[in-house]
């Protein structure tokens, strides 16, 4: 049985955990009973600067409580939520629900770094700084656009199944669809947002989400939505899986190889006079063509025809023609990430292979970790968020507020036991059911996580008619898996979205 991989995490695939104090299993469920039963709620007020104009807001903190229809509580979801102040019209007003992925991570990532109204300061690149970490008012945030509701699903952040309820009942593609849909239900009906303008926006396992929920949002409810956005998108489990008899990733990764290679200067003079673009459409050619089917032949490939192949792949990734024999033309991800700087001493980064890392040993077939993750981007957005939420939304809380894994355990993939998890039906559904929602793809070339050609394939592969086809954009940004820390990709995302809003927005009769 194949069993999909949990390496997805919206930002990791290391677990880390924030916390705000260590606290034993009993503590936190006596806690957790102080923050039950009705929603308890902290507003405050704020305003940011954006594209040149204040907007103020009242921003909402706390829990939304999950029960059952005979009022039984399950579980506790912890959202924040900004209004703009003076909205006006709420049928005008669109209201964005947003979360991460994992399974299993908070909405930290999208929130802190570049949706919501506060930004954790990284460098340009998007490497931290010294401690201790800081955060600022975004003038990149989307708050202009849309009110924003950033939701951490049961398990994440300070979310919790309720004492004696097993958190299992959460843990699983379709039991994490149905909670985040009833949230998204209750606080559009609580908070009178039926007549708004209504978004998805996930990122990583969060997009898997997204297109899950707007086919369940229109089943389980009849909510419409109007646009989706998928940052660093995985619709399709079986294009990331490097697994004997399953060849489908190695052309899908090849323009994300490419774009590494000529990144760290690895490639010909010819090759490198390429600018990105260019050299990415180039290789997403030749994956599509002699390399796909140079791989279908299998071991009834000629060799001269496997001599050309090897000597492309050694033009677009600056690898050795004797180590891609050695690997049969499947270059998996490990392998390259060792063998790319491996003469240097060198490791690159699966998040992000702009950062590099040291093994211990130089020798070895695969990376001793992610350079990208550790010590990168869990220190800054754990010290940021939670400051932010004492310091300025007023909001304390006692449980541990896990950041990444810690509150989730094994993810439940029953329904789609031997075969892949591929959301793109929904999705697909979804659009034939409702033809004016629109759908916005957004990733990165230096991300090896969830590589950029690989939902563009999946999304070609959706069997939509060309008058569904047209209400998908791509966009991509010169950086990795979390786009928002490379500072000019920040900047070009926020114009994008506005475009993407605005464009949106305009078929509204």
């Known amino acids: 049985m194949k069993r999909v991989f949990l390496f997805i995490v919206a930002m990791g695939i290391q677990l880390s955990i924030a916390q705000t104090k260590p606290a034993s299993a009993t503590a936190e469920s006596q806690d957790l009973k102080t923050k039950t039963g009705d929603a308890e709620t902290v507003k405050t007020k704020g305003s940011v600067t954006i594209n040149g104009k204040v907007i103020s807001y009242t921003a909402t903190t706390g829990y939304m409580p999950l029960k059952t229809e005979d009022g039984k509580l399950r579980a ?20 964005t629900y947003t979360f991460n992925g994992g399974p299993g991570s908070a909405s930290v990532w999208l929130h802190m770094g570049v949706i919501g109204p506060k930004r954790i300061v990284m460098s340009d690149k998007g490497e931290a700084l010294t401690p201790p970490y800081s955060y600022t008012n975004n003038e990149f945030s989307w708050l202009d656009q849309s009110d924003l509701v950033f939701i951490d699903p049961v398990g994440t952040g300070f979310s919790r199944a309720a ?147 090897v000597q492309q792949l050694s033009r677009y990734t600056g690898l050795s023609e004797s180590f891609i024999r050695q690997t049969n033309l499947r270059i998996n991800l490990p392998q390259y990430n060792k063998e790319l700087l491996r003469k240097e001493g060198r490791t690159v980064g699966r998040l992000d292979s702009r950062f590099t890392g040291i093994d211990y040993d130089d020798t070895g077939s695969s990376t001793e970790y992610d350079p990208s993750n550790t010590g990168t981007i869990s220190g800054p957005y754990t010290a940021g968020v939670l400051s932010y939420f004492g310091k300025e939304l007023n909001y304390t809380n006692n449980l541990t507020y896990y950041i990444l894994g810690g509150g989730v355990g094994r993810w439940n993939y029953s329904n789609v036991q031997n075969k892949y998890l591929n959301v793109a039906e929904y999705m697909r559904q979804a659009m034939s059911v409702n033809p004016s929602m629109k759908v916005w793809v957004l990733g990165g070339y230096y991300d090896f996580a969830t590589p950029y050609f690989a939902s563009k394939y999946v999304i070609n592969h959706m069997g939509l008619r060309p008058e569904q086809a047209k209400n998908i954009n791509f966009t991509y940004y010169e950086a990795g898996h979390m786009l928002y820390i490379h500072m000019p990709s920040l900047k070009q995302m926020k114009v994008d979205a506005d475009s993407f809003y605005k464009n949106t927005l305009q078929e509204i009769k």
């Open 76 to 95: 506790n979801i912890f959202y924040v939520a900004y209004t703009k102040d003076d909205g006006g019209d709420l049928t005008k007003r669109p209201v």
């Open 163 to 309: 004492p004696g309820v097993d958190k299992s009942e959460f843990q699983g593609y379709n039991e994490d669809i149905q909670s985040v849909g009833e949230f998204i239900k209750l606080y559009t009906t609580q908070n009178k947002r039926w007549g708004s303008p209504k978004f998805l926006a996930g990122e990583s396992y969060g997009t898997t989400r997204a297109a899950g929920l707007s086919s369940y949002l229109q089943s389980a409810f009849k909510m419409y939505v109007n646009g989706i956005v998928l940052i660093s998108a995985v619709l399709n489990f079986q294009t990331i899986n490097f697994a004997i008899g399953n060849d489908l990733p190695y052309p899908l990764y090849l323009p994300s190889y490419a774009a590494t290679s000529w990144y760290y200067k690895q490639l010909s003079p010819e090759m490198q006079a390429k600018d990105l673009k260019t050299l990415t459409a180039e290789a997403e050619s030749f994956a599509l063509n002699a390399y796909s089917t140079a791989l279908m032949k299998g071991d009834k490939l000629p060799e001269a025809e496997y001599t050309k192949v």
